[in-house]
């Protein structure tokens, strides 16, 4: 097929640039790159006729071969290829690496954690109600961020459950044991009967949470996703601006593939 667009070019330069050996093989349907031989990057233009079930088989399909495939949408690469870039960095294990023991715990503000999340997680910062950060002297290398406690008396009448809502390492390092630390000092301060989070589908095969003792609860569906052509930004349907109807010329309809549901019980 090879590279016919200029922002997937700009994808292969900005690998090549990073020190990466860039393949790319053949498929009759989708845009691939393979990187050092394990991250398959796929290439999602924003107008296409896929659907989200041929995506998760393509995934998965790489998967059993033992490589992590990622689906790279055209908005997210122009407006977060830092971010991109240093998760494919991640997960290939080319980062620095800097050790949690070394660190401290420190509570953060939300602008603190935002600041943090926008510059360090694909996907930008989100409210919280608590924030801590492990610092190295004195600048911040992780962040994790998480709900208040929640009642579910589904389970019992006194079983309280926390969600962990972000994470995220500086950019270009993996702080060893640094998320397990920061996840350890929230229960421990918090004390809830289980903490559960999501990992994006187009982004995670959730490995991290798998290894650090959470089990997979639920696989949710994908979701339809509107995106302003004019701002790049992503609204799902029921947070649509109130002026939304009157403009649908300005956005168009793409979609993810859903998360992954995991749950750590303690």
Known sequence: MGIKSVWQSKVVLALEETGLYVEHPEHEIYQLLLCNQKVVLHLVPLENNYDPAGLIALQAEYKAIGKIL??????????RQVQVLGRICSLLGINKRLHARKAKIRVLTQKQA???MDQHHLQASARARYKFALCIDEKIVAVACFSALRSMKNISATHKSAELIRFASLTGFTITGGFSKLLKHFITLMQPDDVMSYADRDWSLGNAYAQSGFVLKETTAPAKIWLNKNELSRYFEHRLPADAASCLADYVQIFNTGNLKYILYL
Do not use: M
């Not at 990622?70 to 407006?79: F, Q, R």
């Open 70 to 79: 990622l689906h790279l949408w055209e908005d997210v690469w122009l407006t």
């Open 114 to 116: 935002a600041d943090f």
